[in-house]
């Protein structure tokens, strides 16, 4: 059984800031998804956010905690050694079915590692 343990999460601003200038950028329904990966061994780090277009701090904090729970869910027992991802919450992350939202996440990861 694969381990559902979270990833390592990015916690300062520098780090996301460094994403966001070399990131590859996959936008789907519900989040955007920022990738970028390396030779290195790391293991998966993962940063979520959710700016204040999405509203106020009640719905930007649903939002961030359902992207998270399905990263989650969806990066559980995958080798993802040297990949960085940042999920960044739209204004449907907190109303979307939860299954879609997986099914997104799923898709982008996808999609990034071809």
């Known amino acids: 059984m694969p381990a559902l343990s979270p990833p390592e999460t990015f916690k300062r601003r520098a780090e996301f800031l460094r994403m966001a200038s070399r990131g590859r950028k996959i936008a789907k329904p519900g989040f955007v998804m920022q990738f970028c990966s390396s030779e290195s061994q790391a293991p998966l780090r993962t940063g979520y956010t959710a700016t204040k277009k999405i ?5 930007r904090n649903r939002a961030r905690r359902r992207l998270k729970e399905a990263a989650r869910l969806t990066l559980a027992g995958r080798d993802l050694a040297g990949v960085e991802l940042v999920l960044i919450c739209r204004q449907e992350t907190g109303r979307m079915p ?8 799923e898709a982008a990861l996808a999609e990034a590692l071809k």
Do not use: H, P, Q, S
Not at 55 to 59: H, K, S
């Open 55 to 59: 509203g106020n701090a009640v719905a």
């Open 98 to 105: 939860f299954e879609r939202l997986c099914g997104g996440i």
